[in-house]
């Protein structure tokens, strides 16, 4: 569940691309992510930034414990 939003957040890192879809192991019916976006980064700007809304429909509470991504050295939450 955790890596279907990590997987999410790769979008904060620069212009999109496809990405693979994740295995169904990974897939959490309870989990939504809605109203993802980053604006394209002009060339030679080591930094960007992406939105997403994440909300847990289920029970139980839910944590982000760590984000990586294949397209950046350093990927950073912030909440607001």
């Known amino acids: 569940m955790i890596a279907l939003l990590l997987l999410t957040l790769t979008v904060a890192c620069g212009a999109p691309q496809t990405e693979p879809a994740p295995p169904a192991a990974m897939l959490a019916a309870?989990?939504?992510?809605?109203?993802a976006w980053a604006a394209p980064t002009p060339?030679?700007?080591?930094?960007?930034?992406?939105?997403?809304?994440i909300s847990n429909?289920?029970?139980?509470?839910?944590?982000?414990?760590?984000?990586s991504s294949?397209?950046?050295?350093?990927?950073?939450?912030h909440e607001m």
């Open 70 to 77: 294949p397209r950046a050295a350093r990927v950073e939450l």
């Open 43 to 53: 060339g030679g700007v080591d930094v960007s930034a992406g939105y997403l809304t």
């Open 30 to 35: 309870d989990i939504t992510l809605t109203d």
């Open 57 to 67: 429909g289920g029970p139980g509470d839910d944590s982000v414990l760590a984000a």
